[in-house]
């Protein structure tokens, strides 16, 4: 289970962190780091970088949230505190509402809370038809190996997807995402497959976060295509005693205003029962 967790250091209350689908945890260093000056930091390392089977056509979220709940009953058990992004900030839903003695209360960073008709729609398409969808063709086709570490880099600096991600913050990705391979070249660590099998499928959320009772932040990224302002309302509804908020940036507010971002998390911990 060890491999399963990236310790970033810090002392006293743990906090994990669970990363978005592509983004290994130490692509997050520069939102960790001010993190881990209050709390014992821990980044929790989804299945796709550490599992031995190949991707499937569609991953399945529960599982993932499965192998996180495993996770922390191998560890001291003592209840955690758990951020997660995107992908994690879901998985990291749903491990709450069926263990919640687990955790001590949630960071929910851009969660993929989407229209339910989306998802009931993404879930029903034909296996034969997925690699039309924009995003899993999309993950499906980018190069996963590189002649070197600059040469990824060099890659993924010109690409839009990462335009409002300062240059340091890129090589934190990059160097947590690539590995070397037995000849020489550089691979990615989370392969395109196992991206593709995560677009490929979505969790209904929205009737579990009714149930939802842990003290709980959300935020949502400004210019975000993935959590809509609708949906940061429909959120609130819910679950009314969440804190919700919106910060600058897109989807990848967390990298790309990691400082921003661990001052809001920082704000709303401080504030937590002890």
């Keep these: 289970m060890q491999e399963r967790l990236e310790s970033f250091g810090g002392a006293g209350s743990k906090l994990v962190f669970a990363h978005a689908n592509g983004y290994p945890p130490g692509s997050y260093r520069r939102l960790l780091a001010p993190l881990a000056e209050h ?88 296996r034969s038809r997925l690699a039309r969808i924009p995003m899993v063709r999309r993950a499906l086709r980018r190069p996963g190996r590189f002649s070197s570490v600059q040469q990824a880099y060099a890659f993924h600096r010109d690409k839009r997807a990462y335009s409002g991600i ?37 969790p209904l959320v929205w009737p579990r976060l009714w149930k939802l009772r842990l003290p709980t932040l959300g935020l949502r990224g400004e210019h975000s295509d993935i959590l809509s302002a609708a949906g940061l309302r429909r959120w ?34 401080a504030r937590q029962p002890a």
């Design 236 to 269: 609130a509804a819910l679950q009314p005693a969440a804190e919700l908020d919106t910060l600058p940036g897109g989807h990848l507010f967390p990298l790309e205003h990691p400082d921003a971002t661990a001052r809001r998390v920082l704000d709303f911990l």
């Design 39 to 126: 709390f014992s930091v821990s980044g929790y390392r989804h299945r796709p970088l550490w599992s031995r089977e190949p991707a499937p056509a569609r991953a399945n979220w529960r599982q993932f949230a499965d192998d996180l709940i495993a996770t922390l009953e191998h560890s001291d058990g003592e209840p955690v505190w758990i951020m997660g992004h995107s992908l994690g900030g879901v998985v990291a839903m749903l491990a709450a509402c069926k263990r919640p003695e687990l955790f001590r209360g949630l960071v929910l960073l851009d969660p993929v809370f989407m229209p339910m008709r989306l998802a009931l729609g993404l879930n029903l398409t034909p």
């Design 166 to 202: 300062s240059d340091d913050v890129l090589w934190d990705y990059i160097r947590a995402g690539v590995r070397a391979t037995a000849d020489g070249d550089w691979e990615l660590a989370y392969s395109g497959a196992w991206e593709a099998a995560v677009y490929s499928s979505l």
